[in-house]
């Protein structure tokens, strides 16, 4: 397996990150459960949509009538899903090490963490960077209306559409 690699040891610009989320039977990692994983790879700072990952874990044993609503998974899904320790090893695989951001990372990390030692006992601290986080720091003065991902996408995308209109005709995308 690859061993969590050190963002310190090449530009940002350079480093492969992961978009990681879960899907989980609940908030809490002391009794509730991932079923699923999405990522998506940034690639020399530019989003990679060939270099993803999205696995639905087999866990029908799982209760998601609390949850379903929120994710869309159902029974048959978990049903007919990866074995675990399989897509848990594939996933490894794919992140080969690199660092992974989220949003409130936290939570993601904690789940990970929880299902990777359970399931495969494997124990090795990924760098996590936390989009809550970061998002400030880079946007200080960004209008977001609240703290939430959907603020902040909202916030970003009124700046990039503005800033399109104030470019010279020349330069503005067209349809």
Known sequence: MPSPKNPGDQLLSECRLIVLD???????TNKDQVIAVGAV??????????????????RPELDITETVLIHGIGTEALTQGHETED???FLLE??????????????DQ??????????????????????ADLLPAFFPNAPTGGKGLDHWLISLVLRSVQGIT??????????
């Open 166 to 175: 104030r470019l010279p005709m020349r330069l503005r995308p067209q349809n």
């Open 94 to 107: 794919w992140m080969n090490g690199d660092p992974v951001l989220a949003y409130h990372s936290a939570f």
């Open 41 to 58: 790879a940034i690639n020399g700072g530019a989003i990679d949509l060939s270099d993803q990952f999205d696995l639905i874990l087999r």
């Open 110 to 131: 904690k789940f990970l963490e929880k299902t990777l030692k359970t399931e495969l006992g494997y124990t090795a601290n990924h760098t996590w960077l936390d989009v």
């Open 22 to 28: 879960l899907e989980t039977t609940g908030l809490h």
């Open 87 to 89: 897509a848990l090893l």
